[in-house]
């Protein structure tokens, strides 16, 4: 079975500074991808970014990135430039080949003005 | 608009009552799933399905029923709720392997 694991169940960053989300997962599988999603109070489930796993380079979407190492079965997201509208509860996921995706814990952000 | 639509968004009932949380996207969507959110655990899967009269079981499919006879459609059904099934659920959809879910905005479900 998968398992995903989030260490770090909150968070705090200054508005403008920089932060890095940590996550790792356990597979037996070799393809499969991962994602992180964000979830505002308003309790919407939003995506963030995906990568996939048979891809080297670390996907980037604008203030956030990721650093994926296969290896070490580590996926951290790093949000860059914070703003008060990042703060929310990050989770991240891992999906199999047939979209069986599964969470981790999270980890709630807050954004300090 | 490409969307995922659960219903009701609010639901109280009481033990052993029947319900059905009824899930519907109109993105003509391969796959979909349901998720119940409690706090400190994450999302867990309770069903997905990778295609029309195609389901399996997630982490906690007890207590809990699925079909998928329609590809729009994906209800869950709990045939005798309860109290340890209150929870946040969602219903989320996806267009292709390795594509990440939409979300619908979820159902608060509480069972006293």
């Known amino acids: 079975a998968q398992t995903v694991t989030q260490s770090q169940p909150e968070m705090s960053v200054q508005e403008a500074e920089t932060v890095t989300l940590s996550c790792t997962y356990d597979t037996s599988e070799n393809n499969y991808y991962l994602f992180w999603y964000k979830q505002p109070p308003s309790r919407q489930m939003i995506l963030v970014i995906r990568q996939e796993a048979y891809k080297q380079q670390n996907a980037t979407e604008n203030r956030f990135s990721v650093n994926f190492q296969k290896a070490a079965k580590s996926f951290s997201l790093k949000i860059s430039d914070s703003q008060l509208g990042d703060t929310a509860m990050y989770f991240c996921a891992f999906m199999k080949p047939n979209n069986d995706m599964r969470f981790g814990a999270g980890t709630r952000l807050t954004v300090k003005p | 608009e490409a969307q995922v639509t659960q219903n009701p968004r609010y639901l109280i009932t009481v033990t052993g009552k029947k319900l059905t949380v009824t899930c519907s996207q109109n993105m003509n969507h391969e796959y979909m799933s349901w998720y119940r959110q409690d706090p400190g655990l994450g999302l867990r899967q309770i069903y997905y399905?990778?295609?029309?009269?195609?389901?399996d079981k997630g982490d906690v499919p007890e207590g809990y029923k699925v079909s998928r006879k329609e590809k729009r459609n994906f209800p869950l059904i709990l045939e005798s709720p309860s109290p340890n099934q209150t929870s946040l659920y969602f219903c989320?959809?996806?267009?292709?392997?390795?594509?990440?879910?939409?979300f619908g905005s979820g159902t608060r479900l509480t069972v006293v």
């Open positions: 399905s990778m295609n029309v009269e195609v389901t």
């Open positions: 989320a959809s996806s267009p292709d392997r390795g594509y990440g879910y939409t």
